[in-house]
């Protein structure tokens, strides 16, 4: 038990975000963003590295969320915002979906975990809702898509 809640904590969830935020940045990359940059966590740095356009910064508390920062100039329009705000619960829903299709006895026990770790971020994050300023990726793919209808 208490192994287990070190591999989610510290494995699971971090590599879970991760995934997450590089859904986000796969689609800025997409819509040819310049510039792209993942945080993983809160508090202090602790490691960044760079490859090619993109900056990774990972904080010390590296379990607790994590967000991504796209830029290009001119600024995406809302129709490619929308579909940025998605990539990271389907990079999540493709990732827990790829791993379910392998049979149980197959996976190790973290595998387990991991899938449904990145199918829990796909499916909460594609909910749209809107709690004390932090907007869900699925709030904020609609009210992109209503600013495209509009």
């Not at 001119?74 to 929308?82: D, L």
């Not at 899938?115 to 909910?127: D, H, R």
Request: charged share 15%; net charge positive.
């Amino acid at each position: 038990m208490v192994v287990d809640v070190f591999l989610l904590l510290f494995l699971i969830a971090p590599l879970g975000l991760f995934i997450h935020e590089m859904g986000h940045v796969l689609f800025a990359m997409i819509f040819r963003a310049e510039k792209s940059y993942i945080i993983i966590g809160a508090g202090r740095l602790i490691y960044k590295f760079r490859v090619g356009k993109l900056q990774v910064y990972v904080r010390i508390f590296f379990f607790n969320g994590g967000r991504s920062i796209n830029e290009k100039t001119p600024s995406f329009s809302f129709k490619e915002k929308a579909w940025i705000s998605m990539g990271g619960p389907l990079l999540n829903g493709m990732v827990a979906s790829l791993l379910f299709l392998r049979p149980v006895t197959e996976q190790p026990e973290g595998f387990f975990y991991f899938c449904l770790f990145n199918g829990y971020l796909a499916i909460t994050n594609s909910f749209p809702f809107y709690i004390k300023g932090v907007k869900s990726d699925g709030y904020r793919f609609f009210q992109y898509f209503r600013s495209v209808k509009s």
